[in-house]
Every structure is written in C-alpha cells, then in structure tokens.
C-alpha cells in the first residue's frame, strides 16, 4: 500500500474561506501531483511538481496554488473558496513508471 | 489529440461472473497503459501496467491485454467478488514529455450483485 496521505478526508466550508488541503509521501519522490475530479468524470490534472521549489500548473485551470518547500509535503491552498470548487482533490506522488494516488479530499463549498 | 475511451460506462454483473472492461487510446508517442481500480470517495489503486511490448498481463483474478497496433487494451474480471464493485479506470502515458503526462478514462463503474 502506498505511503500518501491526504488532510482533512472531508471538508465542508462557506463561501470566501480560506483553505489548505494537506499531502504528505513517504517514498522520496521528486514528482507530486494534484487531480480534481468530478463525480462520473475523469481526472484532471491542476498542479504538478518536479522537486523542492518546482511547480507548474497542469491542464485543468485552477484558482488554487501550491508549494513544495520538503519534497514530502505538496499542499493546495484556496484563497477564498467558491461553490464552483467543489469536487474531490486526489494528491499522487510519482516512482516512475507508477503514480501512486492518495486517497482523496471531497470538498464542499456552501 | 490525445484521449481515452472507455466502455461500457457502467456495468451490473452477479457475483461469480466474469467480466471484461475495454479501452481505446490515440495517445501518441505512447508509454505505458494503467489500469486503475477506484473505490466510491478513494483514491485509484493500481492494477496493472504494460509497456508497447507487452501483450498480457495478470494480478490475481485480473488480467489486462493490450494490443498496441490497434491502441486497445481490455481489463478481464475472473470469478466476480463484491468487493470489485468500484470504478476501474484505464490510463495511458506518453513519453513525448519529462513529466510523463497521463490520459485518464471515465472509467467504468461496476456492480457486482449478489
């Protein structure tokens, strides 16, 4: 089983609130990535990271941010969040050839 | 451009029977090809990954094909179990890029009733 973890599980919030969605490997992997998905839909990559210091925006543009200041840690932070963000938030760190996936945030935005 | 089918989109069957998931790909240059198993509100777990060279591959009651020339892959279910039940999605990665990106399918829910 993999070592990544994601924070909170679940996380029900009003509009304009600030949030952070927490990831964290053990595995020493340079790559880390962040996913929304939708119910039904397929994944969308939104941020990815190649090491400390490096991320990049993926395909899905996204109001969120990221940073990688420890190579075990890659967090998300929305500054003021909006009912169009709600959606589950997949975290997934990478050993090439596999990406292993954390298990998930379902963020809701009243 | 690069995309990922999947069929069927959903899929019942009885616990005990087998079952098989199919995948079209035109992602070029093409890497490897995943497939994935999503419990409802989890995170995919890996199932399998096959490189252009390989034809077949088995992990326990699942067994994945792939045939490169015509950019197909199928996920076969033996001896259905409840617990299958889940979201079992193909995902195919190109090697024209550092990061290695990845092309998700829909996925294909199952059902497994008792």
């Known amino acids: 089983e993999a070592d990544i973890y994601q924070t909170p599980r679940y996380l029900v919030i009003g509009t304009g609130k600030k949030i952070t969605l927490e990831c964290s490997q053990t595995?020493?992997?340079?790559?880390m990535y962040w996913y929304q998905q939708d119910p039904g839909m397929e994944l969308h990559l939104i941020h990815y990271s190649y090491g400390v210091n490096s991320t990049e925006k993926g395909d899905l543009s996204s109001e969120s941010t990221v940073s990688r200041i420890r190579t075990e840690h890659f967090p998300l932070t929305l500054e003021s969040a909006r009912p169009s963000h709600t959606s589950q938030y997949l975290c997934?760190?990478?050993?090439?050839?596999?990406?292993?996936f954390g298990p998930g945030t379902r963020l809701t935005v009243l | 451009k690069n995309q990922v089918e999947q069929s069927p989109q959903s899929l019942i069957i009885l616990e005990g029977k087998n079952c098989t998931l199919q995948?079209?790909?035109?992602?070029?240059?093409?890497?490897?090809l995943r497939w994935y198993k999503q419990d409802t509100g989890r995170g995919p777990v890996s199932l399998t990954i096959m490189t252009f060279s390989e034809n077949t591959k088995s992990n326990r009651r699942y067994t994945a094909t792939l045939d490169a020339d015509t950019k197909q892959s199928s996920l076969h279910i033996t001896a259905s179990q409840l617990s299958d039940s889940a979201s079992y999605i193909c995902v195919v990665s190109d090697r024209g890029s550092t990061l290695g990106r990845l092309y998700f399918g829909r996925g294909t829910q199952l059902t497994v009733w008792p």
């Open positions: 595995m020493g992997h340079d790559k």
């Open positions: 997934a760190s990478s050993g090439s050839p596999e990406q292993f």
């Open positions: 995948c079209n790909y035109t992602v070029s240059p093409f890497s490897n």
